[in-house]
C-alpha cells in the first residue's frame, strides 16, 4: 500500500468513525425498543391464554416471538438506514 493509499484509507475511516460515534444513543434506544417489543410479545400471548384459562401454547408463543423480533429488525434497519445513510454505503 503507498503512503498515499494509506492516508486516504485513514480520512476515510475517520470521517466513518465520527460519523458513527454519535449515533451510539440511537442505537441504543432501537435494541431497547426492539426488545420491550419481543418480550412483550411473548408476555402478551402468554397472558392471553392464561386470562382464558387455557394451557399455554408454547409454540404458537415461539413463533409469534420469532415473528415479532425478524419484524422489529427489519424496521430497525430501515429506521437506522434513513437517519445515518453514510453506514450503508460502501
Given at each position: 500500500m503507498s503512503q498515499e493509499q494509506a492516508e486516504m484509507y485513514r480520512m476515510k475511516?475517520?470521517?466513518r468513525s465520527i460519523s458513527a460515534g454519535g449515533s451510539g444513543s440511537l442505537k441504543m434506544l432501537l435494541w431497547l425498543v426492539w426488545v420491550a417489543v419481543v418480550a412483550g410479545t411473548a408476555a402478551w400471548?402468554?397472558?392471553?391464554?392464561?386470562a382464558a384459562?387455557?394451557?399455554?401454547?408454547?409454540?404458537?408463543?415461539?413463533v409469534y416471538t420469532?415473528?415479532?423480533?425478524?419484524i422489529g429488525l427489519l424496521v430497525i434497519t430501515l429506521v437506522e438506514q434513513r437517519l445515518d445513510p453514510?453506514?450503508?454505503?460502501?
Amino acid at each position: 500500500m503507498s503512503q498515499e493509499q494509506a492516508e486516504m484509507y485513514r480520512m476515510k475511516r475517520a470521517n466513518r468513525s465520527i460519523s458513527a460515534g454519535g449515533s451510539g444513543s440511537l442505537k441504543m434506544l432501537l435494541w431497547l425498543v426492539w426488545v420491550a417489543v419481543v418480550a412483550g410479545t411473548a408476555a402478551w400471548n402468554w397472558y392471553l391464554d392464561v386470562a382464558a384459562d387455557q394451557p399455554v401454547n408454547l409454540l404458537g408463543i415461539v413463533v409469534y416471538t420469532i415473528l415479532a423480533g425478524v419484524i422489529g429488525l427489519l424496521v430497525i434497519t430501515l429506521v437506522e438506514q434513513r437517519l445515518d445513510p453514510e453506514r450503508f454505503v460502501a
